[in-house]
């Protein structure tokens, strides 16, 4: 495995990494110690900030941290994950509680590390990471299909099966759903995972039904007096 090493062109081809950390200090010293190890550098300084960043721009890997204003980090990272989002992430914490290191990896973080850090040891597990992401494929299983998350496609598996293409809404519905097949959902839930909270519960009804209309009836279950579950897709 090699190392990764700055290209000789600054800004082409580097990790495009975003950091969402509040503290001033803290925040001027990694975008200088991550943009000197080769990295190009989104800053964030809120919550808000990180999640319009990280849902309109395409990165390689998130650094967030934990307390942050407007929206919390572990609370961020839900909701780029409800979204289709799958950038790995590692979340920087004052807290060292083990409670808080499953909250932060159940919320969808890949790695998790205790503030004071050591920084080569941040630079390490981010060349994990990023090597890791590479490796990997963002596919979902769901049964009798496939759900790729980056080109939204829904492929029936075997030969001659079809491939559908979701809407982003559809897919970030999915995606959701598909995450924890065995549990079902409220509408305020899938809601808050998927969709703008600004909408209201309705708005779900009207995408599972375009799913259903894609996928078959039978992709969603409707789960009396709960909500919905993924179905037999
Ligand atoms: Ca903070």
Known sequence: MTELTP??????DQPHLLLVEDDPQMSDMLVELLSEAGHTVDHAPDGQAGLHLGLSRDYQVIVLDRGLPAIEGVDLLRRLRSRGVTTPALVLTARAAIADRVEGLDAGAEDYL???FDVDELLARLRALLRRHTDRSPVLSLGQHTLDVTTRQVREL?????????????CALLHVLASRPTRAFTREELLSRAFDEAESPGAVD???HYLRRKLGHAAIRTVRGIGYQMGSA
Do not use: D, F
Not at 158 to 170: H, I, P
């Open 7 to 12: 290209p000789a062109v600054p800004g082409v």
């Open 158 to 170: 075997g030969t001659g099966g079809r491939t559908v293409t979701l809407s982003a809404r559809e």
């Open 206 to 208: 009207t995408y599972v």
């Open 114 to 116: 205790t503030k004071p």
